[in-house]
T-cell receptor, first 117, second 115 residues
Framework: AQTVTQSQPEMSVQEAETVTLSCTYD???????LFWYKQPPSRQMILVIR??????QNATENRFSVNFQKAAKSFSLKISDSQLGDAAMYFC??????????????FGTGTRLKVLA | DAGVIQSPRHEVTEMGQEVTLRCKPI?????LFWYRQTMMRGLELLIY????????DSGMPEDRFSAKMPNASFSTLKIQPSEPRDSAVYFC?????????????FGEGSRLTVL
């Protein structure tokens, strides 16, 4: 069974600085998807970024980028130029490839990010 | 486009009462998921449906929990009888499977408090 581990329960970053959130996963599959979701105090889960395992290039969305290390089964999220609005709980998630017949999304336990003014 | 719609947003009930949570997925999505979020356990997948059929309910904690999806636009999660340990935020999410998109869209959650 697949597992997702986020070893940092809480992180802090100064406004305008850069922070990296860690995520590791375990799987025997070769094709899958990885995601980072953000949950602000409003409780709404919002997709931040996604990565297909077959793509070697790291995904980037504006100030958000990932460092995907397939062999190491590592998927970290880097937030550049941190803003107060980035303060939230961040969840790493894994999903098997769409053709696997398994649609489960497995989430890590989350990392709470605090942004200091 | 309307997102995933859940109701009620908040529910406070007494132990032993029946609780029904409702979800309307995004139109056109063919998979629906029920998650429970607590401080202790994080986000737990309870059950998911594909084309209205339950695919995996191994996360349903016990027989007091049941979920149905009578059609593509509606699902319910029922707890009967409710217990204080069921207090949590329950999320419904939907996605379109069969493509390589894979994005899960969440509702705003239903916060359940069982006294």
């Amino acid at each position: 069974a697949q597992t997702v581990t986020q070893s940092q329960p809480e992180m802090s970053v100064q406004e305008a600085e850069t922070v990296t959130l860690s995520c590791t996963y375990d799987t025997s599959e070769s094709d899958y998807y990885l995601f980072w979701y953000k949950q602000p105090p409003s409780r709404q889960m919002i997709l931040v970024i996604r990565q297909e395992a077959y793509k070697q290039q790291n995904a980037t969305e504006n100030r958000f980028s990932v460092n995907f290390q397939k062999a190491a089964k590592s998927f970290s999220l880097k937030i550049s130029d941190s803003q107060l609005g980035d303060a939230a709980m961040y969840f790493c998630a894994y999903r098997s490839a769409y053709y696997s017949g398994t649609y489960k999304y497995i989430f890590g336990t989350g990392t709470r990010l605090k942004v200091l003014a | 486009d309307a997102g995933v719609i859940q109701s009620p947003r908040h529910e406070v009930t007494e132990m032993g009462q029946e609780v029904t949570l409702r979800c309307k997925p995004i139109s056109g999505h063919n998979s629906l998921f029920w998650y429970r979020q607590t401080m202790m356990r994080g986000l737990e997948l309870l059950i998911y449906f594909n084309n209205n059929v339950p695919i995996d309910d191994s996360g349903m904690p016990e027989d007091r929990f049941s979920a149905k999806m009578p059609n593509a636009s509606f699902s319910t999660l029922k707890i009967q009888p409710s217990e204080p340990r069921d207090s949590a935020v329950y999320f419904c999410a939907s996605s379109l499977e069969g493509t390589d998109t894979g994005e899960l869209f969440f509702g705003e959650g239903s916060r359940l408090t069982v006294l």
